[in-house]
């Protein structure tokens, strides 16, 4: 199947750490993504990860990938109201003849309160 | 810096009347991709196109037509408008996945709603 599932809301006070979750069902899954919307915006990219990898650093995020369990996480460290936004969770198939398609999660809303 | 720009923004819509959607993009992307977003039931792939002249089905197809006549457009067409299609549609472009990693470049939506 490809299903990808996540939580769809998670409050935090402002300066504490928020941690979103994903699971996905598809082992063959090449990229994993993090996207960020904001109120009335598109869908921007904020993070990627290679299959291959159990983790990836960038700043206040940090992305745990645990294969074993098809569990992606987002960590931001030092939560700000301006992070308050929707995180889509995707998943990517890149073999021959792929299409490109993503596979987006339900989103989660993040509000941060002050 | 423009990237990937829709037309319109928003629009108002009665049951049975058509309309088309544009997507512009200038970063030179072989791919293009159209998505429907619904509240809690995230993006729906709806049509994509791999190439120029091309298109295929996503996951929601029914009642949409598109046309990727040149490399940096895709028309999204509703041709007999439904209450069901009121929702946010994105458009979003890519280079061949095994170029750049697949990531994807979304326009800021087109908001409709059809009464």
């Known amino acids: 199947g490809e299903d990808v599932e996540q939580s769809l809301f998670l409050s935090v006070r402002e300066g504490d750490s928020s941690v979103i979750n994903c699971t996905y069902t598809?082992?063959?899954?090449?990229?994993l993504y993090w996207y960020k919307q904001e109120p009335g915006a598109g869908l921007q990219l904020l993070t990627y990860?290679?299959?291959?990898?159990d983790m990836k650093q960038d700043q206040r995020l940090t992305v745990l990938l645990n294969k074993k369990d098809k569990h992606l996480s987002l960590r931001i460290a030092d939560t700000q109201t301006g992070d308050s936004a929707i995180y889509f969770c995707a998943e990517s198939k890149t073999r021959s003849g792929n299409t490109g398609k993503l596979i987006f999660g339900q989103g989660t809303t993040l509000q941060v309160k002050p | 810096n423009a990237g990937v720009t829709q037309t319109p923004k928003f629009r108002v819509l009665k049951t049975g009347q058509s309309m088309t959607l544009l997507c512009a993009q200038d970063?030179?992307?072989?791919?293009m991709y159209w998505y429907r977003q619904d509240p809690g039931m995230g993006l729906r792939l709806i049509h994509y196109?791999?190439?120029?002249?091309?298109?295929a089905k996503g996951e929601v197809p029914d009642g949409y037509n598109v046309s990727r006549l040149k490399k940096q457009n895709f028309l999204l067409g509703l041709e007999s408008a439904a209450p069901s299609q009121t929702s946010v549609y994105f458009c979003?472009?890519?280079?061949?996945?095994?170029?750049?990693?697949?990531?994807?470049?979304f326009g800021a939506g087109t908001r409709l709603s059809v009464l």
């Open positions: 979003a472009s890519s280079s061949r996945p095994l170029v750049d990693k697949n990531i994807q470049y």
């Open positions: 990860i290679f299959s291959n990898m």
């Open positions: 196109s791999v190439g120029e002249g091309t298109t």
């Open positions: 970063m030179n992307h072989e791919y």
């Open positions: 598809d082992s063959s899954s090449t990229y």
